[in-house]
C-alpha cells in the first residue's frame, strides 16, 4: 500500500485540532477528514469517527497494525510540517 497524495488543511482557530487531512491510497482510494491534534506528547493523528448510540465515538475508516498506523502517521504529519513552512501564519 502506498500513499500516494496527502492534502492538508490547517484549521486557524485555537484549539488543539491543528489540519484536516485527506489521503490517497494507490491513486485509488480517498480517506478524508483525519484530524491532526496537538496532545500533551506531541502531534498525533485522529481517524475518521462517527458518534455512536452510546455516545462513544467509533473510528470509521483505520488502519489493521501499528506498522500501518506509525506509516500514516508519519506522513501525515511531515505533511502537515510543509504546509506550515509553506504558507505563513497571519498574525
Do not use: C, W
Not at 452510546?54 to 510543509?82: C, F, V, W
Amino acid at each position: 500500500m502506498q500513499i500516494t497524495d496527502v492534502r492538508v488543511r490547517k484549521v486557524t482557530k485555537e484549539g488543539k485540532m491543528k489540519a484536516i487531512v485527506s489521503i490517497t491510497i494507490d491513486d485509488e482510494f480517498v480517506v478524508h477528514d483525519i484530524k491532526v491534534i496537538e496532545g500533551e506528547k506531541g502531534l498525533f493523528i485522529a481517524m475518521p469517527s462517527r458518534k455512536a448510540g452510546d455516545g462513544e465515538y467509533r473510528d470509521i475508516a483505520h488502519p489493521i497494525n501499528s506498522a500501518t498506523r506509525d506509516n500514516i502517521q508519519t506522513l501525515i504529519l511531515e505533511s502537515y510540517e510543509k504546509a506550515l513552512l509553506e504558507t505563513p501564519e497571519e498574525e
